[in-house]
């Protein structure tokens, strides 16, 4: 099972995770928030390309999540470079998040 490893980096701080791509969208959105003592309604993701662009991507469900892990794949890049941000007010995630309640 390929495994992937991620530098999430929040307020200049970097942490390395590591995940499958069986892993949920869910449960890894849960461990960067364990991480930081963070709430994770207030919580994004991004992700960074690994192509030349070097193109900056929400993450905000499921789908995001394995077409992420697909991109890496293709790259043959095992490892993923995530941007971490909080929202002041928790509407502002996007509606289609699937963000765990």
């Known amino acids: 099972m390929e495994t992937f490893c991620a530098v999430a980096r929040y307020k200049g ?9 069986l892993s ?3 449960s890894v959105l849960a461990e960067i928030c364990q991480r930081w003592d963070l709430e994770l309604s207030s919580v994004r993701v991004k992700f960074v390309t690994p192509d030349l ?3 900056v991507c929400p993450i905000d469900t499921e789908v995001d999540f394995q077409r992420m892990c697909h991109i890496y794949h293709m790259f043959n890049s095992a490892a993923v470079d995530l941007i971490v941000e909080t929202v002041q007010d928790p509407l502002d995630v996007p509606s289609g998040s699937s963000l765990p309640s």
């Open 24 to 26: 949920s969208w869910e």
């Open 13 to 21: 701080e970097g942490r390395v995770l590591q995940f499958t791509v």
């Open 53 to 55: 662009n070097r193109t």
